[in-house]
C-alpha cells in the first residue's frame, strides 16, 4: 500500500487541519461540497474540517439508513445544528433495506451497502444540486483491512480500482486517510469537537447490518438496536475501545416458565485496543456479563441465550461481518 501513515508521535494536530482545510477548498474551489454525516468519529470531524474550508458551501447529510442505534439521527443532527453546521437528514431506509433482501453473504451484504451510499443516494443528491465532490471519513485502517481482503470496507473505492467520478459521477475527498482511530481523536479535540464525539466507540459504517449474521431486515434490526442500547448503557464506563452487541442467525433451544423458548442468541464483544489493528477481549467482571445476560434476555424479545467473545483479534475481528 503506497499510502503512508501519520502515527500518533508524528501528528502535530495544528498542521494537519491547516493542511486538509487548504487543500479542501483548493480542489472545490468556488462550488460546493456534499458531506456525508454518520455522526462516527472520522466523518465527525471530517466534517468540521471542511466547515471551516467550505462554510456554507458545504452541504451536509445524515442519511438514515434504518441501520442506525437507537435515536442515532436526531441526535447527531442536532448536535451539530448546535455547533453552527446545517445537516439535511434523509429518510433512505427503503432503499437500504430492499437491496438487503435475501442477501446472506457478507461480502455481498457490503456491496449492496456501497451500491446504496453510492450510486442510489449520493448519486442522486450530486444530481440534484451540482456538486461535484463528496467528503467522507474513510481512515487508514479501513484501507488497510480492505487491500488486505480482511473485510472490504463499504467506503473503500479508489483502493479496489472503482473510479467513482467514471462510476457515480463525482470526486471523493477523503481527508482522513493517513491517520488511525487515536490520531483522528486528538484531531477531533484540538477542532473543539465536544468529547462525547470525539471519544465515542467506533461503529461500522455499514451500521448494524455489521452486526446481524445472516439477511438483514428491519425486524431483525430492531432486535440488534435493543441489544446494543442495553450493551453501550453497561459498558460506556468501562474506557474499552469498543463493546458491540450482534445477533446471530441460527436459532438456539432456551427454556420460559418451564417450557421450551426456541429463540434468539447475542454476541457480546468488548475489545481493548489502540488502533483496531489488533484487539484483546476486554477482563469485564462476572458480574458486569452476568448482568448483560438478565437484561437482554429480559428486554429484547425473543432473545434466550447471550454469549462474550473471548478471541483476540486477530484471529477474530471486532465487527462479526
Not at 126 to 140: C, D, E, F, P, W
Amino acid at each position: 500500500m503506497e499510502l503512508k501513515e501519520i502515527t500518533i508521535d508524528q501528528l502535530e494536530p495544528e498542521r494537519f487541519i491547516a493542511e486538509q482545510v487548504e487543500q479542501i477548498a483548493s480542489m472545490v474551489g468556488s462550488g460546493s461540497a456534499i458531506n456525508a454525516l454518520s455522526g462516527g468519529v472520522d466523518s465527525s470531524v471530517v466534517t468540521m474540517i471542511a466547515h471551516r474550508a467550505l462554510g456554507e458551501r458545504l452541504k451536509t447529510y445524515f442519511i438514515d439508513t434504518g441501520l442506525m442505534r437507537q435515536g442515532e439521527p436526531e441526535y447527531i443532527v442536532s448536535m451539530f445544528q448546535a455547533m453552527g453546521v446545517h445537516v439535511e437528514l434523509i429518510d433512505a431506509q427503503k432503499t437500504f433495506f430492499d437491496a438487503l433482501k435475501g442477501l446472506f453473504d457478507p461480502e455481498e451484504k457490503r456491496q449492496a451497502i456501497t451500491q446504496s451510499f453510492y450510486k442510489d443516494v449520493f448519486g442522486g443528491l450530486v444530481r440534484q444540486i451540482g456538486s461535484k465532490y463528496l467528503l467522507q471519513g474513510t481512515n487508514y485502517t479501513d484501507i488497510e483491512e480492505t487491500v488486505a481482503g480482511i473485510k472490504r470496507q463499504h467506503n473503500i473505492l479508489a483502493q479496489l480500482g472503482i473510479d467513482p467520478e467514471q462510476h457515480y459521477g463525482y470526486k471523493v475527498i477523503e481527508p482522513l486517510l493517513q491517520l488511525r482511530k487515536t490520531a483522528i481523536r486528538v484531531i477531533g479535540r484540538e477542532l473543539r469537537l465536544p468529547e462525547e464525539l470525539y471519544s465515542r466507540p467506533p461503529f461500522p459504517g455499514p451500521a448494524l447490518a455489521a452486526r446481524v449474521i445472516g439477511e438483514v431486515t428491519p425486524e431483525r434490526i430492531e432486535i440488534v438496536r435493543a441489544a446494543t442500547m442495553i450493551v453501550e448503557q453497561a459498558l460506556s464506563q468501562s474506557s474499552a475501545f469498543q463493546y458491540l452487541a450482534i445477533l446471530h442467525e441460527d436459532r438456539v433451544t432456551g427454556m420460559r416458565g418451564g417450557k421450551r423458548d426456541y429463540g434468539l442468541q447475542i454476541e457480546v464483544r468488548c475489545w481493548e485496543s489502540a488502533d483496531a489493528k489488533a484487539a484483546s477481549p476486554t477482563r469485564l467482571p462476572y458480574e458486569t456479563l452476568e448482568l448483560l445476560a438478565d437484561q437482554i434476555t429480559e428486554k429484547v424479545p425473543g432473545v434466550v441465550s447471550v454469549t462474550y467473545n473471548i478471541t483476540k483479534k486477530p484471529p477474530s475481528t471486532i465487527e462479526a461481518v
